[in-house]
Nanobody, 124 residues
Framework: QVQLVESGGGLVQAGDSLRLSCVAS????????LGWFRQAPGKGRELVAG????????YYADSVKGRFTISRANAKNTVYLQLSSLKPEDTALYYC?????????????????WGQGTQVTVSS
């Protein structure tokens, strides 16, 4: 069982930056691939960034490439998402999620554990 708690969201202006954090409980954090998903009102949940167990491989959605950076600190049971050059279309509820898969999956069904989400709102 893994419990995930996100933090770091907020209301910012276009062009600003934020860093989201997700802290996990349990001793097996390094056994999970991790993903940051987001869900805007009326839309489905999409993977914006993912990272493998050891951090060697990452994935980014095309819409955030070059602007978002995912990283993890296994010793701290924490995964981060650095958001830069934010746009109004980045407004969403951001979730971190953990998967037992070796690869980074874009499917929500492959993630067994989810946090409660942290809201990011970008004004123009």
């Amino acid at each position: 069982q893994v419990q995930l708690v996100e933090s770091g969201g907020g209301l910012v202006q276009a062009g600003d930056s934020l860093r989201l954090s997700c802290v996990a409980s349990g001793r097996t954090f390094s056994s999970y691939a991790l993903g940051w998903f987001r869900q805007a009102p009326g839309k489905g949940r999409e993977l914006v960034a993912g990272i493998t167990r050891g951090g060697a491989n990452t994935y980014y959605a095309d819409s955030v490439k070059g602007r978002f950076t995912i990283s993890r600190a296994n010793a701290k049971n924490t995964v981060y998402l650095q958001l830069s050059s934010l746009k109004p279309e980045d407004t969403a509820l951001y979730y971190c999620a953990a998967s037992r898969f070796l690869i980074i999956s874009t499917s929500v069904d492959d993630y067994a554990y989810w946090g409660q989400g942290t809201q990011v709102t970008v004004s123009s």
